[in-house]
């Protein structure tokens, strides 16, 4: 299972010159995400994590800090789905509100956005991107989206020789973790699997 890892440090001023500390780089504050599906010729890549340290080297306990990772910002993590452009897919995000080490918590808000304008260059796409209203952990949505006008045709049934056309979406992960609080210093986890299937209606 994939795991997110977080590492808070208790504030010191007697450790380190002005009460600098630096999170090593072997416990970056990393969220990694897992994907799945269930649908034959549906394919998912998962870009990677959410690494906080990007953001903010050292986070600190006992304070009001929070480290925030947006759509924009280059740490970004995103899932690249392929499959069938004549579908369309739904996404359900399981979503977690706290990190937790042993009887401590840490509030962590996970937000989402897509893009299925039919763009494979993942820039492209970002600057496209819609994204999801909070409270949602699951949305339904073309592959590709639809022009203005009469409805899409039904898909071609599957049958010996046919191919369908392939298209590429995308969903974005970003979220804010923090405020940190008055929590002890450990290793904070959680984990955010994201499962995308073909709809059936």
Do not use: W
């Amino acid at each position: 299972m994939n795991r997110l890892f977080m590492y808070i440090l208790r504030q010191c001023g007697m450790l380190l010159l002005l009460g600098a500390i630096m999170v090593h780089p072997a416990s970056a504050q990393k969220i990694n995400f897992g994907a799945y599906t269930t649908s034959q010729g549906l394919r998912l890549i998962v870009s990677g994590g959410l690494n906080f340290n990007a953001k903010q080297p050292a986070i600190f306990a006992n304070s009001d800090s929070t480290v925030t990772i947006g759509l924009n910002d280059n740490g970004c993590a995103y899932v690249q789905i392929t499959g069938d452009a004549t579908r369309d897919i739904t996404i359900i995000i399981p979503t977690i509100t706290y990190l937790t080490y042993a009887a401590d918590q840490i509030p962590f808000i996970c937000q989402f956005a897509y893009s299925n304008f039919g763009l494979t260059d993942v820039n492209a796409a970002k600057e496209n991107a819609v994204e999801i209203p909070s409270g949602f952990t699951a949305i339904t949505l073309p592959m590709v989206r639809r022009t203005v006008g009469a409805p899409a045709p039904p898909p071609t049934p599957a049958h010996g020789g046919y191919t369908a056309p392939s298209a590429t979406a995308y969903l974005f992960l970003y979220g804010r973790l923090g405020p940190v609080g008055n929590v002890a210093g450990g290793a904070y986890s959680g984990s955010i699997n994201v499962y995308v299937n073909y709809t059936t209606y």
